[in-house]
T-cell receptor
Framework: AQSVAQPEDQVNVAEGNPLTVKCTYS??????LFWYVQYPNRGLQFLLK??????LVKGSYGFEAEFNKSQTSFHLKKPSALVSDSALYFC?????????????FGAGTQVVVTP | EPEVTQTPSHQVTQMGQEVILRCVPI?????FYWYRQILGQKVEFLVS????????KSEIFDDQFSVERPDGSNFTLKIRSTKLEDSAMYFC??????????FGPGTRLLVL
């Protein structure tokens, strides 16, 4: 069975500082990995994904994530956080062998960026 | 850019009533999903739908729930007799090639 862990309920960072949101996963085969962001009272907005290839993937709004197979991690990063990055971030995994593609989500990490 | 849309954005209903949540997936997508997010909790998979039939469902998706794609564009989730614990945000999602799932803005359901 697949699962996702986001060990931090909340991450606080000052504007302009680097932002990291952690995610580890567990699947029986190869994973597809995703990051989504949710702003208050809004839907889930796709940020980036890892399917195959380069372990460092770049996404929307200056975010990037690094796939680390040995550590089973897919941490989300941004070199310089903005106040507008304050939101709820979800990591999700899909097992490659899952024919129907359901996503398993982590519990979410609230990011608070202070001016 | 094409989007997944959902209606209504908010629904308030009495316990025991039927509700239908509507979604219009992106037009050339083939796989459709419903997820839900109880307030303060993680997003949970409910059901996937492909080729006009349910392809997979979770334990949450019991006999009170049903889905259909009545006209080739809308994708609906029906809850026959709502319970208090059905109060949640319900998200529709779709994708074409089993890579990126695109989510709608959600319907917030409140059961009183």
């Amino acid at each position: 069975a697949q699962s996702v862990a986001q060990p931090e309920d909340q991450v606080n960072v000052a504007e302009g500082n680097p932002l990291t949101v952690k995610c580890t996963y567990s699947v029986s085969g190869n994973p597809y990995l995703f990051w989504y962001v949710q702003y208050p009272n809004r839907g889930l907005q796709f940020l980036l994904k890892y399917i195959t290839g380069d372990n460092l993937v770049k996404g929307s709004y200056g975010f990037e994530a690094e796939f680390n197979k040995s550590q089973t991690s897919f941490h989300l990063k941004k070199p310089s956080a903005l106040v507008s990055d304050s939101a709820l971030y979800f990591c999700a995994v899909r097992e490659l062998t899952d024919s129907w593609g359901k996503l398993q989500f982590g519990a979410g990490t609230q990011v608070v960026v202070t001016p | 850019e094409p989007e997944v849309t959902q209606t209504p954005s908010h629904q308030v209903t009495q316990m025991g009533q039927e509700v239908i949540l509507r979604c219009v997936p992106i037009s050339n997508h083939l796989y459709f999903y419903w997820y839900r997010q109880i307030l303060g909790q993680k997003v949970e998979f409910l059901v996937s739908f492909y080729n006009n039939e349910i392809s997979e469902k979770s334990e949450i998706f019991d006999d009170q729930f049903s889905v259909e794609r009545p006209d080739g564009s809308n994708f609906t989730l029906k809850i026959r007799s709502t319970k208090l614990e059905d109060s949640a945000m319900y998200f529709c999602a779709s994708w074409k090639t089993l890579e990126t799932q695109y989510f709608g803005p959600g319907t917030r359901l409140l059961v009183l």
